[in-house]
């Protein structure tokens, strides 16, 4: 043999293969994610490396990075081109994630364990809705989120029982 010929896949294999419908492997293809590499008929064939960045986007996606970010990643040819001061970036969102999310995990557990006749009688439960109105459990970025949830914090001396 001269060279090994790279099988193609068509939508329908990468779709049963990756667990993305066509419609997104479309919308990736549109977006200029990913490409195919012809046709066979009407349906669109793909080289099996897709399946690869294809992975490469769903770990981008769960972690929390847009199309836009994902994109950026690969260099015109296709190849992975991963800034890595974006991917410490991203951990450090993640880092404020987790903290936020770790605070109210522990308002709930104190709330649904909390002995006071009334929620509005706990002083923890008053520090929750102080840290709820300075935006500390809110998802878009600003306030006093930070401030907010370290008064939260066990590590303060002042977290939640």
Request: glycine share 10%; net charge positive.
């Given at each position: 043999?001269?060279?090994?010929?790279?099988?193609?896949?068509?939508?329908?294999?990468?779709?049963?293969?990756?667990?993305?419908?066509?419609?997104?492997?479309?919308?990736?293809?549109?977006?200029?994610?990913?490409?195919?590499?012809?046709?066979?008929?009407?349906?669109?064939?793909?080289?099996?490396?897709?399946?690869q960045h294809l992975a490469l986007i769903a770990l981008g996606r769960a972690a929390g990075f847009?199309?836009?970010?994902?994109?950026?990643?690969?260099?015109?040819?296709?190849?992975?081109?991963?800034?890595?001061?974006?991917?410490?970036?991203?951990?450090?969102?993640?880092?404020?994630?987790?903290?936020?999310?770790?605070?109210?995990?522990?308002?709930?557990?104190?709330?649904?364990?909390?002995?006071?006749?009334?929620?509005?009688?706990?002083?923890?439960?008053?520090?929750?809705?102080?840290?709820?109105?300075?935006?500390?459990?809110?998802?878009?970025?600003?306030?006093?989120r930070r401030r907010a949830i370290a008064t939260l914090s066990p590590r303060r001396g002042r977290?939640?029982?």
């Amino acid at each position: 043999m001269t060279g090994a010929r790279i099988a193609s896949l068509d939508i329908a294999e990468v779709s049963r293969r990756s667990g993305l419908p066509a419609s997104t492997l479309r919308y990736y293809e549109d977006r200029r994610l990913i490409a195919s590499t012809g046709r066979r008929g009407l349906r669109r064939l793909f080289d099996a490396a897709v399946l690869q960045h294809l992975a490469l986007i769903a770990l981008g996606r769960a972690a929390g990075f847009s199309l836009d970010e994902i994109g950026a990643m690969f260099a015109s040819d296709g190849s992975p081109r991963i800034d890595r001061s974006q991917l410490a970036a991203k951990a450090d969102e993640l880092d404020g994630t987790i903290r936020r999310l770790s605070a109210m995990r522990d308002g709930l557990r104190h709330a649904a364990a909390c002995r006071a006749p009334s929620h509005m009688e706990c002083p923890t439960f008053q520090r929750i809705l102080g840290a709820a109105a300075a935006g500390a459990f809110a998802d878009q970025p600003g306030g006093g989120r930070r401030r907010a949830i370290a008064t939260l914090s066990p590590r303060r001396g002042r977290g939640i029982p």
